[in-house]
C-alpha cells in the first residue's frame, strides 16, 4: 500500500534541499528518515557495548578467551535466531516485531546498569545480558533491513542501504570511541546510564516510523515456520549471485571480523595504550567504512555490485592481516581505516544485492539466511579468542586473516556468478 505524500514525503520547503543532496536523496521518504535516525542509536549502542564490556572482562579476569566470550554471546543469536527471525518477517508486521525487539533492549540495558552500579557484577551476568541483546539484534538484522526495502522506491535501494552501511559503519567509529572515552571519564556505570538513555530515545523514534509502506509483501501467516525458513534457504543457494553473497559472507565472518574483540589485547599488551587510545584506534574501521560507504551513496553510476563486493572484502582482509603485526599506533591505526573502506564495499553490497535479488515476499527471509551466514561470527570470536590464549592475538588475527584471502581467491575464480552480478 502506498503512503501518501503527508505521511512519507519530505514537507515541500526541505523537498528541493534534499533533492539538491543526491547523496541523500533516500530520506526524502519521511518513515526511512526516521527509522535511520533510529538505526544511529541502535548501531551506536551495538559498538559502544562491545568495547566497554569487553574491556570490563578483560579487566575483572585478564583473560583474552574469556573477553572474547563477550562478542561469542552478543553475536550467537544471530546463528541461531537470525534465520528464524527473518521467516517471521515475512508472516508479520516488521514494525511490530522491531518494537518487541528495541523493548528488549532497553529492559537489558537497565537491568545491567543496575547490577553495575550495585556492585554485584558477575561475569557470567555479563554473558546472560549479552545474549539477551543479541536476541534483538537478531531480530533488528533482517527484519529492519527488509523493511527499509518496503519504505523505499526502487530508483532509491543503492542509496538507502549505503546510507545504512554508513550509519553502522559511522558508528563503529563513535561507538568504539564513545565507549573508550566513557570508560576512563565516568566507568561501566556511566557508560550504561548513556546506553540506557540512547535506547529508550531510539524506541520513541521506532515508534513514530508508519505502519504503512510502499510495498507491501505478501504474508503467508498459515505457512509453518520450518517450512518457511526450507524455502529461504533453497530460494537463497538456487540463485548464484545470492549463493555468492552466503559463501563470502561465511568465510569472512568466520575468519576475519572476529578480530575486532581482540582489539583491547592489541591496545593493552602490543601497542600499549589505554581505553581512550583503544577506542580512538578501534574505530579508525569505522571512519574508513563511513568515507567508503558516503562514495557509495553518492554514485549513481555503480553497476557491477558483486565485483565491488569482493574486492571490499580482500581489501579488508588483507588489511586486518598487516595490522595483526604492526607494533605501531599510527600505523595500526592507518590500517584498520583502510580495513574500514573494504569493510564499506562488503557490508553495502551484502544488504543490497541480498534485498535487490530476492522477491518482495521473500525479502526478509533471504535477510534471514544472510543473517544465518553471519552468525559464524560468535563461533569464530571464540576460536580465534582461544587461539590467541595459544600463540597470541597477532598471530591468532594474521593467520586467520590469510586464510580467508586464500579463500576469497577462491570464490572470485569458482563462484563466477557473484562477480558478474550488475544491475
Partial sequence: ????????????????????????????????????????????????ELIVLGWLV?????SPFLMSLVGTFRLLPLGIFGFFFGSMGDRFPKRQLLVVAQVTNTFVTV???TILFLDVIHVWQIYVACFMTGCAWAADFPIRRALIRELIPERSVVNAMSLDAA????????GRLIGGGLLALIGVGGSYIFLSLCYVLGLFLLLRVSKRTLHESSRIRQESVVNGLKQGLQYCLSDPALRGVLIVTFGFNLLVSPYMMLTPVFARDVL??????LGLMAGMEGFGA????IVLASASNFRRLGLIFLLGTVIVSCAIFVFSFSTIYLLSCTLLFIAGLGLSGFATMQTTITTTIARVDMRARAMGVLVLAIGTMP?????VG??????????????NSLVCVAFLLAVIAFQPGLRRFSV
Fill in 58 to 62: 578483560l579487566e575483572m579476569t585478564g
Fill in 111 to 113: 537491568a545491567l546498569g
Fill in 167 to 174: 550509519s553502522l559503519t559511522g558508528m563503529n567509529m563513535g
Fill in 1 to 48: 500500500m502506498a503512503q501518501d505524500d503527508q505521511t512519507n514525503q519530505v514537507p515541500k520547503g526541505r523537498r528541493s534541499w534534499y533533492a539538491q543532496a543526491y547523496i541523500l536523496h533516500s530520506l526524502q521518504q519521511r518513515d526511512w528518515r526516521i527509522l535511520w535516525l533510529a538505526g544511529h542509536i541502535w548501531h551506536l549502542t551495538f559498538w559502544m
Fill in 379 to 383: 563461533v569464530g570470536i571464540a576460536y
Fill in 290 to 293: 563511513l568515507i567508503g560507504a
Fill in 272 to 277: 600499549i595504550v589505554g581505553p581512550i587510545l
Fill in 386 to 399: 582461544f587461539l590467541a590464549s595459544r600463540v597470541g592475538a597477532p598471530m591468532a588475527v594474521g593467520l
